[in-house]
């Protein structure tokens, strides 16, 4: 039997007779994710404090985020495991415990973060309980990833990316100078500040984040295991370049989107706060409320409720990388898609791992030294993760034939290398 001739992502859709929206799933979940509370606080902090002038981090960790994040993709679709499984099967055991142990750290801090900043912003919306809020919203993310059919959960996923579009409707309703945003977009503005820098290490440690490229390696190979007509790529070459263009699609889409989303929450913070003086920003429903009376009720309340629908799809996001990277560490049976008593361990650090993001919202922890914490994992994770992840895509033991071309090579490495940049520039930040 001949293998199928490479389809162009739009011939592959029309012989299917399916749209985009069906060819999206993973890539867009995970990108939609990275704007989660938290990222939307360091993207309020950045606009807040330096105006347009960080516009450009959009466009310069573009290519860098969609590149890594499809080199996940690939890693999960031609080998049916996660990042995980695969460092487990091929490399030193202690690194993948070190990097499992520090990601499952940052990722319970980052969630708890998360919970705490869609309490505050359904506070501001409607009072209440801000306690209360922290325990429905857990209660509710844990249960519907526990309990809920697979397959509906994800359509729930991505329909849940659809929150995003509240920060574009954020943007349109205040005054922005476009032309000065086009500029600061297009031609990057640099200082040696140590201000200025943390805040480019806190963005790109924010886009390029280890919890996305496990969940979106993990998911890959979950789609895969569940669909009736799929295999491993290793085991299935003729479906390679239908599948791999699918997962360009659905990559570089989803991170577009991501960015965009980010660059507006930038630009309207920017437009509003730093012109009127407002500079210093903590947390997301800290904007959200800074808004109110500059950019009107409108803007607050739209804004406010994005950082509850992206919140609902983070929480998931950040709780599933997390028991995926652990599952797959010890050998346990993974997956979404079993049912919970065929997966107990791997559901149980879900709720384990949720309970403890609940619990940092009761105790004498200043969120925001958490999440700077988290924020220097993360960086010490990446580097590693990154340069395991690029020496295994490109081994043919682990992905026989679909080792990376040359130029998707050369990007991944180059990402590689700008994190380790940012390691070392957030060291130099620490230190002075």
Request: hydrophobic share 55%.
């Amino acid at each position: 039997m001949t293998s199928p001739e490479p389809l162009p992502a739009a011939d592959a859709v029309a012989r299917k007779g399916r749209s985009i929206w069906d060819f999206l799933g993973p890539g867009l979940i995970t990108g939609a994710s990275d704007d989660d509370p938290s990222g939307i606080a360091t993207y309020s902090q950045v606009g807040a404090q330096y105006g347009y002038a960080m516009a450009w981090t959009m466009l310069f960790s573009y290519p860098l985020m969609a590149c890594i994040q499809e080199i996940s993709a690939r890693i999960g679709r031609v080998t049916g495991e996660g990042i995980a499984g695969n460092i487990r099967e091929h490399y030193s055991v202690w690194l993948l415990r070190t990097i499992v142990a520090l990601l499952l750290v940052a990722n319970v801090i980052n969630l708890g973060a998360d919970l705490g900043g869609m309490a505050d912003a359904l506070k501001l919306l409607i009072g209440g309980p801000g306690e209360a809020y922290v325990v429905l919203f857990a209660v509710t993310c844990c249960a519907l990833e526990i309990f809920s059919r697979y397959d509906r959960y994800v359509a729930v996923l991505k329909w849940t990316t659809i929150s995003l579009f509240a920060y574009v409707a954020t943007v349109l309703t205040v005054d922005v100078s476009w032309s000065e945003v086009a500029v600061h977009t297009f031609v990057p503005h640099l200082s040696f500040d140590r201000d200025y820098i943390t805040g480019i290490v806190a963005v790109l440690g924010t886009t390029i984040s280890p919890y996305l490229m496990f969940w979106q390696a993990s998911e890959e190979a979950e789609d895969e295991r569940i669909a009736v007509d799929a295999e491993p790529l290793l085991k299935a070459p003729g479906q390679g370049p239908r599948e791999l263009r699918r997962i360009e699609l659905d990559t570089y889409t989803g991170m577009a989107y991501s960015n965009l989303v980010a660059l507006f929450i930038i630009v309207t913070t920017a437009a509003t706060l730093h012109q009127h003086g407002v500079t210093s920003i903590a947390t997301s429903a800290q904007a959200a409320d800074a808004l109110r009376p500059i950019a009107g009720p409108f803007a607050f309340a739209v804004f406010a409720v994005g950082i509850i629908g992206t919140g609902l799809l983070a929480i998931p996001v950040l709780a599933g990388s997390a028991a995926y990277a652990v599952g797959e560490a010890l050998g346990w049976p993974v997956g979404l898609a079993r049912l919970p008593r065929e997966a107990k361990a791997f559901y149980g650090t879900i709720a384990i791992a949720t309970l403890i993001g609940i619990s940092i919202n009761f105790v004498a922890i200043d969120p925001i030294e958490a999440l700077f914490w988290s924020a220097v994992i993360n960086g010490v994770i990446a580097v590693p993760l990154m340069a395991v992840m690029m020496i295994m895509s490109e081994n043919p033991a682990v992905m026989g034939q679909f080792r990376l071309p040359k130029g998707l090579a050369a990007v991944g490495w180059l990402a590689t290398a700008v994190m380790a940049a940012m390691v070392l520039a957030m060291g130099w930040a620490l230190l002075v």
